[in-house]
């Protein structure tokens, strides 16, 4: 009788696992950015995209999303989150969206690139910083066309 409880248990366990893991994904990735309002800002990104939960870190600049990968991908979070204005792991913000943020909400630019390793400039690797040029857009010291224009075409490219 005990047995055949922990064999429902078990089976209703096993089904409700497997209806999560069926659609629903976990994703972490670096979003640049300062403050509380950067925060709401990048979480609201984030669920216009698609994102069912959203919970972006300011001292870590990680965004942990969850998402649906029937109704969305991790690369439209971080295209929307680039529209308003974030630089992240997988995609870089205009010019014109950076400009728009509130003062506060500035971040070092420079500093974000750390985060999200940017080997292209102008179209052209920087120097020293693509070693492996098998395995990313960088061919021939020349990113690959494909690539938009001002993204990190070169996300996989590690300094080794
Ligand atoms: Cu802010």
Known sequence: MK?????????????????????SKKE??????????CKGRIENAAKE?????????????????????????????QEQVALVGHDNAGAKATDEAYAKL??????????????????CKDGKC?????????????KNGQCDKKSKKGKSCCANCTKS
């Open 3 to 23: 047995t055949k409880h922990l064999f429902v248990a078990a089976a209703l366990l096993m089904g409700s696992l497997f209806s999560a893991q069926a659609q």
């Open 28 to 37: 972490v990735f670096h979003v640049a950015g300062n403050c509380g309002m």
């Open 49 to 77: 995209a698609g994102a069912t939960q959203a919970s972006w870190d300011a001292d870590s600049k990680k965004l942990t999303v969850s998402y649906d990968a029937a109704s969305t991908t991790v690369s439209k979070i």
């Open 102 to 119: 509130h003062g506060c909400c500035k971040y070092d630019r420079t500093a974000a690139a750390a985060g999200s390793e940017s080997c």
């Open 126 to 138: 920087k120097d020293g910083s693509c070693k492996d040029t098998s395995k990313d857009c960088c």
